[in-house]
């Protein structure tokens, strides 16, 4: 946080909101578009402060769980977008993606990669539960 001259406090980066003698102001601007590369290991961690797609290739073991981080003071917005594509070695690995994600009702979560396949999933936040839902796959 920042605060000018006029006595306003504003984040410095994108998202967040503004605090000033006219009240708040949520801007909710979406993140940059960033591409997170081969994060390996069976836990691996996604930080949202930099990351709108993660590809988690070359999978030689089951993801176990997914761990999702970011930056020191930033904070998920509702609606924020979150694309994970998986891909395997060439053999099926079993997904357990773990507590920070929810099915959508409509859509199950991911519980195997498909041999040789890209599995893509997309997951929007959802405040009400402070998770990553999941709006498609394919």
């Not at 909101?17 to 003698?21: H, L, M, T």
């Not at 994600?101 to 009702?105: D, H, L, M, N, Q």
């Given at each position: 946080w920042v605060r000018s001259s006029a006595g306003i406090w504003t984040t410095t980066g994108t998202g967040g909101?503004?605090?000033?003698?006219g009240g708040i102001s949520v801007n909710t601007q979406p993140i940059a578009s960033f591409v997170a590369q081969n994060i390996p290991g069976?836990?691996?961690t996604i930080n949202i402060s930099t990351t709108s797609t993660a590809n988690l290739t070359g999978l030689n073991a089951a993801i176990t769980g997914i761990t999702i981080s970011w930056n020191n003071g930033y904070v998920p917005i509702a609606g924020q977008e979150l694309t994970i594509n998986f891909t395997d070695n060439g053999t099926a690995r079993a997904l357990t993606l773990g507590s920070s994600?929810?099915?959508?009702?409509t859509v199950s979560l991911p519980t195997t990669t498909v041999v040789n396949v890209m599995l893509s999933c997309h997951f929007q936040y959802n405040p009400a539960t402070s998770k990553w839902r999941i709006m498609w796959k394919s």
């Open positions: 909101a503004v605090f000033g003698s069976a836990t691996p994600f929810e099915a959508s009702g």
